[in-house]
T-cell receptor, first 111, second 119 residues
Framework: EDKVVQSPLSLVVHEGDTVTLNCSYE??????LLWYKQEKKAPTFLFML????IEKKSGRLSSILDKKELFSILNITATQTGDSAVYLC???????????FGRGTSLIVHP | GAVVSQHPSRVICKSGTSVKIECRSL??????MFWYRQFPKQSLMLMAT?????????EQGVEKDKFLINHASLTLSTLTVTSAHPEDSSFYIC???????????????FGPGTRLTVL
């Protein structure tokens, strides 16, 4: 059974801090890993990673995948209160389009 | 681009009534849409996979007669919660996988969700 584990489950920081969120996975025939941000409503897409070592970047957010060690990290630099959300990691494997989601990391950024 | 809408965003109904939720991909075509349920502070739970023009595939434990799914076109899927009960109260989210896309066909785009409350 495919497994996706995110850590930490929750994190509280102050504005300006840098955070690193982790996502490790155990799947058969890995295909891609996706990061989503979920605020009060549904998740919004952040990144899709398929290749090891290639950093994806969007503003203060960046993510990288290590297919040898089976994990990905999501970095947020100079955090702002608007970064407060649950960050979800999902993995696709084999020929399926049904992702396996992790439980998410709840990030709270205090002013 | 890649916008998915859901309607209604919030619905309150009496026990025993049926509720229909629409999921539309506004600027792309989606042969596959997914329906999720999310309880407070929990991750998304896949209920079913909806393919245009064919029957939906339900996950184990999800009653297909209770949660009717219709995927009538490449841009519209509907979920009908039949004879709703208070335990069906939840946040229902759909997602759509683009037929073509710059982010690759693995990317799913989520609708804003529908908060269902059954009294």
């Amino acid at each position: 059974e495919d497994k996706v584990v995110q850590s930490p489950l929750s994190l509280v920081v102050h504005e300006g801090d840098t955070v690193t969120l982790n996502c490790s996975y155990e799947v058969t025939n890995f295909r891609s890993l996706l990061w989503y941000k979920q605020e009060k409503k549904a998740p919004t897409f952040l990144f899709m990673l398929t290749s090891s070592g290639i950093e994806k970047k969007s503003g203060r957010l960046s993510s990288i995948l290590d297919k040898k060690e089976l994990f990905s990290i999501l970095n947020i630099t100079a955090t702002q209160t608007g970064d407060s959300a649950v960050y979800l990691c999902a993995v696709l494997s084999g020929g399926s389009y049904i992702p396996t989601f992790g439980r998410g990391t709840s990030l709270i950024v205090h002013p | 681009g890649a916008v998915v809408s859901q309607h209604p965003s919030r619905v309150i109904c009496k026990s025993g009534t049926s509720v229909k939720i629409e999921c539309r991909s506004l600027d792309f075509q989606a042969t596959t849409m997914f329906w999720y349920r999310q309880f407070p502070k929990q991750s998304l739970m896949l209920m079913a996979t909806s393919n245009e023009g064919s029957k939906a595939t339900y996950e184990q434990g999800v009653e297909k007669d209770k949660f009717l799914i219709n995927h009538a076109s490449l841009t519209l899927s509907t979920l009908t919660v039949t004879s709703a009960h208070p335990e069906d109260s939840s946040f229902y989210i759909c997602s759509a996988k683009p037929l073509y896309g710059t982010s690759g066909t693995d990317t799913q785009y989520f609708g804003p969700g529908t908060r269902l409350t059954v009294l």
